[in-house]
């Protein structure tokens, strides 16, 4: 069965979202107040997205971006089928660990054998489709759920397991320390239905943070 919550599929949903936010909260009109614009940041679905996503693990967004440029060269497109006619070598030597590499081909082997349906996916409700995922070694919660967010629009996922996305929610509420992952939930759960838009938020807000580290 579907999420009765419709998936965001465009800037507009994003902007309403953040609206609905503000009306709910009002802490976040100064998070707000100091963006331009909370990005949409919708990607490409499928093996590639999920690829993309593996890749970005544990790293800086240049050093993510800067692999997924070099596989993207090497493998194109990027689908399961191509990625398995790859040499292992020559995957590694685009910056993938080992542990990665074999995260990949699993998925790849995973959807050729018709075991893994990304399309499915869609037709799933959030906590089906982060179980269809999770069960494939390397895959975890925050994979998962930056999946069905980014690539699937899915408009309800807060990832609590991330460290600048708590840094931020630390940050915009004004606390004390960095909160926990069980004390992020508890506190994202005040922000549903739209949790995925105050993900967005609290990011770009944090981002905006570092840029002026030093000066604030």
Not at 17 to 32: A, G, S
Not at 58 to 80: C, Q
Request: glycine fraction near 6%.
């Amino acid at each position: 069965m579907k999420s009765q919550v419709l998936n965001i599929t465009c800037q507009a949903d994003v902007d309403a979202d953040i609206q609905q936010l503000l009306n709910k909260d009002p802490r976040l009109e100064r998070v707000f107040a100091v963006i331009d614009q909370v990005p949409l940041r919708l990607r490409e679905g499928g093996y590639a997205g999920i690829a993309q996503i593996v890749v970005g693990q544990l790293l800086s967004v240049a050093s993510a971006s800067a692999i997924s440029k070099r596989l993207n060269i090497l493998v194109s497109p990027l689908t399961a089928e191509n990625y398995l006619k790859q040499d292992k070598q020559a995957l590694l030597d685009c910056g993938l660990s080992n542990a990665k590499y074999n995260t990949l081909t699993l998925l790849a082997q995973a959807q050729i054998n018709g075991e893994l349906d990304f399309d499915a996916l869609t037709e799933l409700t959030v906590e089906q489709a982060l179980k269809s995922l999770c069960k494939y070694k390397g895959i975890g919660p925050w994979t998962a759920q930056v999946y069905l967010m980014f690539c699937l629009g899915h408009r309800d996922i807060f990832p609590v397991g991330d460290l600048a996305l708590r840094k931020g929610v630390e940050q915009a509420l004004g606390l004390s320390e960095t909160p926990s992952q069980k004390e992020t939930a508890i506190i994202a759960s005040e922000w549903a239905p739209f949790r995925a838009s105050a993900a967005r938020l609290i990011w770009a807000y944090y981002a905006v943070l570092k840029q002026r580290e030093g000066i604030i």
